[in-house]
Nanobody, 121 residues
Framework: QVQLVESGGGLVQAGGSLRLSCAAS????????VGWFRQAPGKEREFVSA???????RYEDSVKGRFAVSRDNAKKTVYLQMNSLKPEDTAVYYC???????????????WGQGTQVTVSS
């Protein structure tokens, strides 16, 4: 079966960095787009970033210039490098796989379980 497993979350001070990983199995990973979404307590899940099968990427405005998404198809893994973290970046981060690069959560078919990112001020 398809599995997406996120890792790399944790507690970091404002201004710090984290790198999230999303490891996939059970699907032809190289032809799938992978998106990153986050959900803070009491808020809707929101788009953060996504990378297409060819490497094209998209970012939510508040993370542009701070976050960078990349993929290693040989390892079936997508990474989200998060720099200059802010307290408002605190959320559970989810990766998701879908057949095209979009900003909409409903377009993604497979989801991971999420990893907590907490940024202290």
């Amino acid at each position: 079966q398809v599995q997406l497993v996120e890792s790399g979350g944790g507690l970091v001070q404002a201004g710090g960095s984290l790198r999230l990983s999303c490891a996939a199995s059970g699907l032809p990973f190289s032809i799938y787009a992978v998106g990153w979404f986050r959900q803070a307590p009491g808020k809707e899940r929101e788009f953060v970033s996504a990378i297409g099968w060819s490497g094209g990427s998209r970012y939510e405005d508040s993370v542009k210039g701070r976050f960078a998404v990349s993929r290693d198809n040989a390892k079936k893994t997508v990474y989200l490098q998060m720099n200059s973290l802010k307290p408002e970046d605190t959320a559970v981060y989810y990766c998701a796989a879908g057949q095209r690069l979009t900003l909409r959560a409903l377009d993604y078919t497979y989801w991971g379980q999420g990893t907590q990112v907490t940024v202290s001020s």
